[in-house]
């Protein structure tokens, strides 16, 4: 088997770019001390991230704006929603998500 050496070039330069925006941050910031202010900030990161993801997909629809009437996803994310808040439970809200899409695609 020949190693072509650009190839070999690409994914060494690919592993540093993949490692480096992960490691260089975290050796940084292990050693200070962060104030609670920035804490409390990064705790809203992920969040802010899931709900941008999720809203996309929820209210996009081939790049268009979809409507509300026959947005199948929308109406089972209200019971996956209240499930997540009232109960916290990863399972739980999967399971429900899960069902009411079932249900959802069966009756709509």
Do not use: C, Y
């Not at 190839?7 to 690919?14: E, K, Q, T």
């Not at 993949?18 to 292990?30: A, C, G, Y």
């Not at 026959?70 to 209240?82: C, I, M, R, W, Y």
């Amino acid at each position: 088997m020949e190693i072509k050496w650009s190839i070999l070039w690409i994914i060494v330069g690919s592993s540093i770019v993949t490692v480096l925006p992960r490691v260089l941050p975290l050796m940084l910031l292990s050693r200070l001390q962060l104030p609670d202010g920035v804490l409390r900030w990064l705790n809203h990161i992920p969040i802010a991230v899931m709900a941008a993801l999720v809203g996309q997909e929820l209210l996009m629809q081939d790049g268009e704006l979809s409507s509300i009437q026959d947005n199948v996803e929308l109406l089972a994310a209200l019971p996956t929603f209240l499930m997540a808040v009232l109960t916290r439970s990863l399972l739980g809200t999967v399971v429900v998500g899960v069902i009411s899409i079932m249900v959802l695609r069966l009756i709509i």
